[in-house]
């Protein structure tokens, strides 16, 4: 049960990210999210628009892992484990914050998950 809301929050997570860097990355509620100028966004938006798509593989695994319910172990274990690792390589090579709102949220629901809550 905890593993599957942690699992749900983390896939909603991604969902958001998907918001985030696909549909407002160029308006100045992203630029606030991310603290970047209007002249960064501008130039950054294509590749803001293929990270959000990748958060969006993220959240799709995660939802289908949920709906196969006890026989999507293996699907939850294996997109939680890539939002961990992405999560820690956008923590060593962007942001810090990226470790609180990306990796530990996806290691709690990994460990839920493995511990059987």
């Known amino acids: 049960m905890i593993a599957t ?3 749900g929050l983390v896939a909603l997570l991604h969902l958001y990210f ?3 860097e696909m549909v407002v990355w160029d308006t100045p509620a992203g630029r606030k999210v991310f603290g970047t ?3 960064f966004s501008a130039q950054s938006k294509a590749l803001a628009m293929n990270q959000g798509l990748y ?3 993220l959240a799709a695994g995660l939802a289908w892992g949920l709906w196969l319910g006890g026989d999507g172990f293996a699907i ?3 997109f939680l484990g890539c939002v961990v690792i992405a999560g820690l390589a956008g923590a060593a090579t ?3 914050k990226i470790l ?3 990796a530990i949220p996806g290691a709690l629901a ?3 998950l493995v511990a059987g809550w």
């Open 18 to 20: 998907l918001y985030l």
């Open 110 to 112: 990994l460990l839920a």
């Open 76 to 78: 939850k274990a294996f």
């Open 37 to 39: 100028t209007a002249e």
């Open 55 to 57: 958060n969006g593989f």
């Open 100 to 102: 609180f709102v990306q």
């Open 94 to 96: 962007v942001s810090r």
């Open 5 to 7: 809301a942690l699992t």
